[in-house]
């Protein structure tokens, strides 16, 4: 079973508009942490957010947020007021946490949704 | 601050010929080390780590090889390729250990195996 899921291999917004990438994810332990990371065409991966599984609230780190509802594992990454230099792909990925994962700091991708914004 | 470089930036190979990949870190000690490889279009794979000198775990098992001679030294080597080697090679760096260990990555290698 695949641990991340991003279903929308792409997606067009129009300029300012707000977009919600989603992004479920699969796991048993109840410690892991969710990053996204945005890759422009230039291949360089930048983080972006993280989400604790222990968090109380939902991440936010300028016009991104996580909308994390844990239920549902799902971890949706929500950019407001799109810009057109938002324009890339976005991965989801996961780590998860627990004692045999320790010292295996590895972080499991989704496939990536590609975003492009429309001026 | 910390850097991460990688190099070569892009990279046309033969089918058979050896690899050699390498990846550095300034402004860190220590640090867990990692490379991937993205196919086109496609997702990360995660295929090897490396949380010490000489300490290699491999993921997905296949003709290449990694090694870790320096604290910041990172290298994936082939003795052959394969045209299915082909791809986007990006290391990455992270310190400690747990949960919140954001990974930070390098600028990548262009691979194409002809």
């Known amino acids: 079973a695949q641990k991340i899921t991003q279903t929308q291999p792409g997606m067009f917004v129009q300029e300012k508009e707000a977009v919600t990438l989603d992004c479920t994810y699969d796991?048993?332990?109840?410690?892991?942490?969710l990053f996204w990371y945005k890759q422009p065409s230039s291949g360089e991966m930048i983080f972006l957010i993280y989400?604790?599984?222990?968090?109380?609230q939902n991440a936010t780190e300028g016009r991104y947020s996580l909308n994390f509802q844990k239920a549902r594992k799902s971890a949706n990454l929500v950019i407001s007021a799109s810009q057109l230099g938002d324009s890339a792909m976005y991965f989801c990925a996961m780590r998860e946490g627990g004692v045999s994962n320790f010292g295996n700091e590895k972080l499991t991708f989704g496939t990536g949704t590609r975003l492009t914004i429309i001026p | 601050s910390q850097t991460i470089h990688q190099w070569p930036a892009t990279l046309v190979q033969p089918v058979g010929s050896p690899l050699s990949l390498e990846c550095t870190v300034e402004?860190?000690?220590?640090?867990?080390l990692y490379w991937y490889r993205q196919a086109a279009g496609r997702g990360l794979q995660l295929l090897f780590y490396s949380v010490g000198i000489g300490q290699i775990s491999s993921e997905v098992p296949q003709n290449l090889s990694a090694s870790r001679p320096q604290d910041r030294q990172f290298i994936l080597s082939s003795k052959k390729l394969l045209l299915s080697d082909s791809g986007f090679y990006l290391c990455a760096w992270s310190l400690g250990q747990g949960i919140y260990n954001e990974q930070f990555f390098g600028p990548g290698t262009r691979l194409t195996v002809l």
């Open positions: 402004g860190t000690s220590n640090p867990n």
């Open positions: 796991t048993s332990d109840p410690s892991y942490g």
């Open positions: 989400q604790g599984s222990y968090d109380q």
